[in-house]
């Protein structure tokens, strides 16, 4: 991986997961073709680094770089199993509850999702 840090702190990374961009994680060109991943660390060497909180991924396709969470994502990272529902999210042994907050993020403007659990990518997107 390779990482480079802004003027600002915040530090961005990129893992090659495959040189052919030749990994699946199902239909949809956010979940196919994936070459690697980008992060981006918010405030930097800063606690807390978790996912969702300071620190958002991205995945890198031949297609273009998508947000992970997005609705596409159905066996991906999704904000519903890797985002709002705290109490799963594990990969492999490696905590990854936080991965489908980024598009959340982006699309919805808010981290509503820190203060309450009743909203959905479907319906309800702000703690009002």
């Not at 297609?63 to 199993?81: A, C, D, H, K, L």
């Not at 919805?108 to 009002?128: A, F, I, P, T």
């Amino acid at each position: 991986h390779s990482r480079l840090k802004l003027s600002d702190g915040s530090i961005i990374t990129f893992y090659v997961y495959n040189q052919n961009c030749s990994m699946s994680w199902g239909n949809g060109k956010a979940l196919e073709n994936i070459c690697g991943e980008i992060s981006i660390d918010i405030n930097g060497n800063g606690k807390p680094n978790q996912y969702g909180i300071d620190f958002f991924a991205f995945f890198l396709t031949k297609y273009g770089v998508f947000p992970m969470g997005t609705s596409e994502q159905i066996r991906g990272f999704t904000f519903n199993n890797y985002c709002r529902d705290k109490s799963i999210g594990v990969v492999s042994g490696m905590g990854a509850n936080g991965y489908g907050c980024t598009a959340w993020v982006i699309y919805n403007e808010n981290m509503d999702y820190l203060r309450c659990d009743d909203l959905s990518w479907d319906g309800k997107h702000e703690c009002k």
